[in-house]
């Protein structure tokens, strides 16, 4: 029997790239899923290649909190109760401070930042009445290597990296467990979210590369080997890259 067969697990960001190889290999290990993003195509194709899965979806925009708390609600309302969040969504339009581009900076905090602080207000309460629960949230080898064209973005890693061990430290009492995920580069849609023409380019590229580039799948199995671990073992950090990456 899998360690994570009946835990209800709730994904955000799980329309394409991590979070829904994770939903994939999550459904198949048994667990109870209830997953959100913003695009309810893909959500909705995304369930109808899991027919024997228990999952749900509904449409949510991390960045703001009453859609977040709704799909709380949903998990509970289904199962009276939400064993892992896993707060995957983000974005990542890199480009040089000097380019000033204040729109897209806020949009990164909005996404990166907000969107985990609002999984962690909407579920902490249930949780910490539970007396156990798992916070996940996708980081980033940039949330522990600053380089340059990307400092905005870092910036907002660093700080998920700080929130979740925070909350390590604040919640240990109550058996709550957090762990960051911090892939380097991953053949995804991610690079999509990149403005800055040169940057975009570089990022598909070498994300795509045989032998560069992560798969999804890759995250997705050091994802469920977190989940995986007992009640009694925290997996604080998880640093994946590619063998052949350099930074």
């Known amino acids: 029997m899998s360690k994570i067969e009946g835990k ?32 309810e195509d893909r959500l909705r194709a ?28 949903l998990a509970l309302k289904k199962y009276g109760r939400v064993d892992v969040l896993y707060n995957n969504a983000g974005v990542m339009p890199t480009a040089p401070l000097s380019e000033t581009r ?8 909005d996404i990166n930042i907000m969107g985990v602080l609002n999984g962690i207000a909407a579920v902490l309460p249930v949780m910490r009445k539970q007396k156990s629960g798992h916070i996940i949230a996708t980081d980033s080898v940039a949330g522990h290597v600053v380089y340059p064209g990307s400092a905005v973005y870092c910036g907002t890693k660093f700080a998920v990296r700080a929130i979740m061990e925070g909350l390590r430290q604040e919640e240990r009492e109550n058996n ?20 800055d023409p ?8 070498n994300g795509k590369i045989e032998g560069v580039g992560l798969k ?19 997996v604080s950090e998880i640093l994946i ?4 990456q350099v930074v």
């Not at 209800?8 to 459904?27: C, D, P, Q, Y």
């Not at 467990?177 to 979210?193: A, F, K, N």
């Not at 999804?216 to 925290?234: G, K, R």
């Open 216 to 234: 999804s799948s890759d995250v997705a199995d050091a994802v469920a080997y977190a989940i995986s671990t007992p009640d009694s073992v925290a």
């Open 176 to 195: 709550l467990r957090s762990t960051i995920i911090s892939p380097g580069l991953v053949d995804t849609e991610l690079y999509t979210t990149i403005n």
């Open 102 to 109: 204040f729109d897209e900076w806020r949009q990164m905090l």
């Open 198 to 205: 040169e940057n975009r380019e570089w990022v598909k590229n």
């Open 8 to 39: 209800v697990v709730v994904i955000m960001g799980a329309s394409s790239g991590i979070g829904e190889a994770t939903t994939k290999k999550l459904a198949q290990e048994g667990a109870k899923l209830v997953i959100a993003a913003r695009r």
């Open 241 to 244: 890259r590619p063998t052949n």
């Open 46 to 73: 995304l369930v109808e290649t899991l027919p024997n899965a228990e999952i749900s979806y509904v449409v949510a925009d991390v960045a703001n909190k009453e859609d977040v708390q709704a799909v709380i609600d």
